[in-house]
């Protein structure tokens, strides 16, 4: 599988963007998929992460009713809707994707991660 995502760029504070991961190679459909994200001098961060299906969802709390995380099956693509962005929601944002079972335990560790995208960096000015 092999992920793209897309949709970063510079936004002021207050703002929104949606970021995309496209997947190729083969259908995502059963798969749990994640966004991660890390800001310069900083570790990767658990953002949010989604089922198979869409209708169970994850966060971490520094996103949590800010952002969104969706999927289109149907498109191959999973979503992260980022509305009131703040400063601190600058870096580098990942898509990630595996074959587990959606548990707390497995979407919120990179480790249990197989497949990653690029990264898009998400600016967000004060």
């Known amino acids: 599988v092999q992920l793209q995502a897309s949709g970063g760029g510079l936004v002021q504070a207050g703002g929104s963007l949606r970021l995309s991961c496209a997947a190729s190679g083969r259908t995502i459909s059963s798969y749990t998929m994640g966004w991660f994200r890390q800001a310069p001098g900083k570790e990767r961060e658990f953002v949010a992460a989604t089922d198979w299906s869409g209708s169970i969802t994850y966060y971490a709390d520094s996103v949590k009713g800010r952002f969104t995380i969706s999927r289109d099956n149907a498109r191959n693509t999973v979503y992260l809707q980022m509305n009131s962005l703040k400063p601190e929601d600058t870096a580098v944002y990942y898509c990630?994707?595996?074959?587990?079972?959606?548990?707390?335990?497995?979407?919120?560790?990179?480790?249990?991660?197989?497949?990653w995208g690029q990264g898009t960096q998400v600016t967000v000015s004060s």
């Open positions: 990630a994707g595996t074959g587990r079972i959606f548990t707390i335990a497995t979407v919120t560790a990179e480790g249990r991660y197989p497949y």
